[in-house]
């Protein structure tokens, strides 16, 4: 039995927190209770008022350990705050899954104020002969729309002045376990991992950033893919997506839909291009493909690819026929293409099975 003092209620193997707070950190007592949950093969199930934001850290966190987050409408009916989908109970958490996937329900409210966003979700391997800097690629990406990471943490406030150093130095100490580390600045949030892997330092960002409403910036898309290739001069890309979404200008996770995301390219770095298809007609239609890099010691000259999509959904789905989806979440440890699986794109890319209101849009 998990014994915590953020526990209100338990509901079978669920450990139910309420909370009233308009907003909800993950704080250092939130984030004990998520590790020893899970540990103890415990669901934990955040129940708000609909009326509730949780950070972009917690939204992270929610889903490494497997816990939910249920918002409670005025006359008491349940549905899951990150998709929408209505839950007769706690229990479904627990039975069905901790993120609920269908059709939102019809209270699940749809955002009338937000602004256009990039998400990018990228995996990268370090080079072993090169000094170890976190970060640097999160930096990298910031510039292009003239932000930086302001503070930094493990658990919220995030109150400690972002510095590159002192984040490389965290996760070298955290090795060789993974070290989760979370950035926030203006009109940005991040969440970064690392981990050794064969002695070569793995590292997962997943960042978020506010960017102008489109046709403001025409040259940002370049930018932006010309900060990834930049960022393949020091590090090795292994795999990536970049989607356009909507969101909270603030950057907190609401209860409501911000409508379908739109995948702009993935990022495939040297080692993962042998496991494209690329017999008969290639690049696949409604793509463009540029280079960054080359491969050493495999015998090819293959170096990594940015693939970017004319239009959206079905470039992407075309794309994901020509990969060995097997063979790239066994490289990548699954992170990056959560939020393909999440919408769908990985599930018989059958653009039916996604939901509004699911992992881009809330």
Not at 59 to 87: E, F, K, S
Not at 260 to 273: H, I
């Amino acid at each position: 039995m998990v014994r915590h003092p953020l526990i209100d209620d338990v509901v079978g193997t669920a450990l139910v927190v309420d909370s009233a707070s308009p907003v909800v950190w993950l704080t250092e007592a939130f984030a004990s209770l998520l590790r020893r949950a899970a540990d103890a093969g415990r669901t934990v199930v955040l129940r708000t008022g609909q009326e509730a934001a949780i950070t972009p850290a917690l939204r992270h966190a929610l889903g490494a350990y497997g816990a939910a987050w249920v918002v409670a409408g005025p006359d008491g009916r349940l549905r899951d705050g990150r998709t929408g989908v209505a839950a007769s109970g706690v229990e479904d958490f627990v039975h069905v899954a901790p993120e609920l996937v269908g059709a939102p329900a019809p209270e699940h409210p749809v955002s009338d104020g937000s602004v256009r966003q990039i998400s990018i979700d990228l995996t990268l391997r370090h080079h072993p002969e090169r000094a170890v800097d976190m970060g640097s690629a999160i930096e990298a990406l910031c510039h292009t729309v003239g932000t930086c990471p302001t503070r930094w943490g493990t658990a919220e406030p995030l109150a400690v002045p972002w510095d590159r150093w002192v984040v490389t130095q965290y996760a070298k100490h955290e090795a060789p376990g993974v070290s989760t580390s979370y950035a926030v600045g203006e009109g940005f949030s991040a969440t970064m991992t690392a981990h050794l892997v064969d002695g070569v330092v793995v590292e997962t960002m997943s960042a978020a950033l506010t960017v102008p409403e489109a046709d403001a910036d025409p040259d940002l898309a370049d930018r932006l893919f010309a900060a990834v290739q930049q960022v393949a001069d020091q590090v090795v890309p292994v795999f990536g997506v970049v989607m356009q979404r909507r969101g909270d200008a603030d950057h907190l996770v609401r209860a409501v839909s911000h409508g379908e995301p739109t995948p702009l390219a993935v990022v495939v770095g040297p080692e993962a291009v042998a496991f494209l298809d690329r017999d008969g007609t290639w690049p696949p239609q409604r793509t463009t493909i540029a280079s960054f890099g080359t491969r050493t010691g495999a015998g090819t000259d293959d170096g990594g690819m940015i693939i970017r999509f004319e239009d959206g959904w079905e470039a992407l789905e075309s794309f994901l026929d020509r990969i060995d989806e097997d063979r790239f979440l066994r490289l990548v440890g699954g992170a990056p293409l959560d939020p393909a699986h999440d919408e769908g794109a990985l599930d018989g890319h059958v653009r039916e099975s996604r939901v509004a209101g699911g992992r881009g849009a809330a």
